[in-house]
């Protein structure tokens, strides 16, 4: 069962109650250990139990602990594959301390399942994910959302939605155009080597690269990174140059490194390159 707990509203009368409009009082006994709870006062909410579950404690990303961005999916590892998917869905709770939020599974094989909600999460919320045996409570921060214009080619972030920064950027050149949709912050990395080899182009081929760049912080499976690119700064806001990636000055790239968090939202939008994949692993948004 899915969405925020749902609540069922028991409460015993705390006196004698009418059955119906004008109709006699009935006095109930009281419930041994059971205190009726004072007029007014609302009482617990029950969490309606969930389906036994028909697989082992699964493993959860979020893990316990974490802090990450309102685009984060859930996503659930099961060790072997699962026969009957609706039996394992209805294992799995998510909890929100923001109360009822709605939201959906999708599978992306047999043995992994992800949700998430239909709108991105509230800002500074406690989610609680129950699987079978496993559990994880994570934090949803602030709302940092990302918007890569190529109309403007300029990156504008919000935080909470308030603008704190806008970057003039370089998108994907003719042939390299940067997909448009929803993209989701994944893992960042202070340096690393940009291989075209890493999807099939030989680094000597007339497209081939193979180039160090800084403070690159992921957005999709495949391949796009924000990220430091000082040789085109001329061209950031200007003209689109890049194999697909956000190429920013190198202060720029340094303060979204340290700044997006896992799960933040990249809005890409207003390009020729079509819509980003939603299988890609990080396009859950696209699904």
Known sequence: MVAAAVALGVAAPAGAAP?????????????????APAPGVPTAPIEAPRAPANFSAPALDPSAGEVVGVAQPIII???????????????????????DVPGRFYWFSDSQV??????????????????GDASSTFTVGD????????????????????????MPT???KVGHETPNGTYIVGERFRDMYMDSSTYGVPVDAPEGYRTYVEYATRMSNSG????????????????NVSHGCLN???EDAKWFFETAQKGDPVIVQNTNGGILNGRDGLGDWQL
Not at 19 to 34: C, E, Y
Not at 143 to 164: L, M
Not at 224 to 239: L, T
């Open 19 to 35: 059955l119906w409009p004008g109709g006699p009082d009935i006095s109930l006994p009281p419930i041994p250990g059971v205190t």
């Open 77 to 99: 590892r099961f060790d072997s594959a699962i026969g009957d998917r609706a039996v394992a869905e209805r294992a799995i709770d998510v909890t929100t301390s923001a109360g």
């Open 114 to 131: 992800r949700w998430r909600p239909d709108a991105f999460w509230p800002s500074n919320t406690t989610v609680t994910v129950n699987a």
């Open 143 to 166: 709302a940092i959302i990302t918007t890569a214009d190529d109309n403007t080619k300029t990156i504008t972030v919000t935080r909470n939605g308030a603008v704190v920064k806008t």
């Open 170 to 172: 370089s998108m994907g």
């Open 224 to 239: 796009i990174f924000v990220h430091a690119a000082p040789w085109s700064v001329d061209s950031q806001g200007v003209e």
């Open 248 to 250: 920013v000055s190198t």
